[in-house]
Antibody, heavy 118, light 107 residues
Framework: EVQLVESGGGLVQPGGSLRLSCLGS????????MHWVRQAPGKRLEYLSI????????FYADSVKGRFTVSRDNSKNTLYLQMRSLRVEDTAVYYC???????????WGQGTLVTVSS | DIQMTQSPSSLSASVGDRVTITCRAS??????LAWFQQEPGRAPKLLIY???SLQSGVPSRFSGGGSGTDFTLTITSLQPEDFATYYC?????????FGQGTKVEIK
């Protein structure tokens, strides 16, 4: 059974940093691109980032470019999202998502809540 | 960015009803369109990919159609577990984008 378990969310002050982790199991982690998607309270889903299976060529949405960095450690089956210069508007549930192999997402983690507030 | 617009934003329906949700893209996205179901407090679940392909394990009462810019999600014979919010998503052009969601409520 495919499982994605995020961790690292919490309360942080504006301007602060946080690192999210996502541990994958039940599939060959190193073979798949991985994504981050977030959802602010009551809002639509927002696509943030993709990292290829070998960690090359990450893509970032404009809203997080230059502040967030995606990485992965295939030896640990773990995906990361380093978030810096956090803003109030970054408050959301952050989901780690597995690429289906043909472009969209087939499995989502349970999400981790990030709250940016003073 | 490609804008995805769903209609309606919400609807009320009864168990057994046939429901159709529409999604329109601001540019041609070919067939690179997925549909997700999200229950309150839960992660989204993939229902349909490539506009009309049913994800493994998803009941056959769900179906998708369309290409280019206009797409539909149809639920035949709505079941109690289908009351949720549905999102379309394009994966033709980065950044991938989602519709605003359609909330299906019990009449």
């Amino acid at each position: 059974e495919v499982q994605l378990v995020e961790s690292g969310g919490g309360l942080v002050q504006p301007g602060g940093s946080l690192r999210l982790s996502c541990l994958g199991s039940g599939f060959t982690f190193s073979r798949y691109a991985m994504h981050w998607v977030r959802q602010a309270p009551g809002k639509r889903l927002e696509y943030l980032s993709i990292i290829t299976s070998n960690g090359d060529s990450p893509f970032y949405a404009d809203s997080v470019k230059g502040r967030f960095t995606v990485s992965r450690d295939n030896s640990k089956n773990t995906l990361y999202l380093q978030m810096r210069s956090l803003r109030v508007e970054d408050t959301a549930v952050y989901y780690c998502v597995k690429d289906q192999g043909s472009g969209t997402f087939d499995y989502w983690g349970q999400g981790t809540l990030v709250t940016v507030s003073s | 960015d490609i804008q995805m617009t769903q209609s309606p934003s919400s609807l009320s329906a009864s168990v057994g009803d046939r429901v159709t949700i529409t999604c329109r893209a601001s540019q041609v996205i070919n067939y690179f369109l997925a549909w997700f179901q999200q229950e309150p407090g839960r992660a989204p679940k993939l229902l349909i990919y490539a506009a009309s392909s049913l994800q493994s394990g998803v009941p056959s009462r769900f179906s998708g159609g369309g290409s280019g810019t206009d797409f539909t999600l149809t639920i035949t014979s709505l079941q109690p577990e289908d009351f949720a919010t549905y999102y379309c998503q394009q994966y033709n052009t980065y950044p991938w984008t989602f519709g605003q969601g359609t909330k299906v409520e019990i009449k």
